[in-house]
């Protein structure tokens, strides 16, 4: 479940890439740093002055009914203006692979894996940075219990 250097090349291109967007579809948190893009499905975080903006429970615990009615969707819409803006000045992991971002304005974006994963029998995606656009072509998708890396 180890990252190799191209993953963690990949990973730190994030680094510098503005903040454009965050948003809620589904339970999972999504994050424009154009043209690279992160969608965490897992849990996670987003933390700005040692305090918690945003966090989600992951995926996997949506009932596929009505997505809009919850703290995730609320607090994005609440804290929208604070979260976007900032520039990556790191973005780096954790032994488990939980991924941990942060930006010159002081947010905090966090993908946990190292408190979920034991928990599933089936392999399950816990968060995927990818390129946007019809030239790109890498995508790093992050599971449970392994890594893959399309280039």
């Known amino acids: 479940m180890k990252m190799g250097i191209k993953e963690m090349n990949f990973i730190h291109s994030l680094v510098g890439k503005r903040l454009l967007n965050v948003c809620c579809a589904a339970e999972i ?12 499905s897992g849990y ?25 009615n919850n703290d995730e969707w609320f607090n994005v819409k609440q804290f929208h203006a604070e979260m976007i803006g900032g520039a990556v000045l790191s973005a780096t992991l954790s032994p488990w692979n939980d991924l941990h971002i942060e930006l010159d304005n002081g947010v905090i974006i966090e ?9 599933y029998n089936d392999e399950q995606e816990q968060w995927v940075l990818f390129e946007r656009g019809k030239d790109h072509k890498l995508f790093l998708t992050v599971y449970s219990k392994r890594v893959e890396f399309i280039e």
């Not at 948190?29 to 965490?40: G, K």
């Not at 993908?111 to 928990?119: F, G, M, R, T």
């Open 29 to 40: 948190l999504t994050f424009d740093f154009f043209p690279l893009a992160l969608h965490a």
């Open 44 to 68: 996670a975080r987003i933390i700005k002055n040692s305090d918690i903006l945003v966090t989600t429970l992951d995926y996997q615990s949506w009932e596929l009914s009505e997505s809009t």
């Open 111 to 119: 993908c946990l894996i190292a408190n979920s994963y034991p928990h």
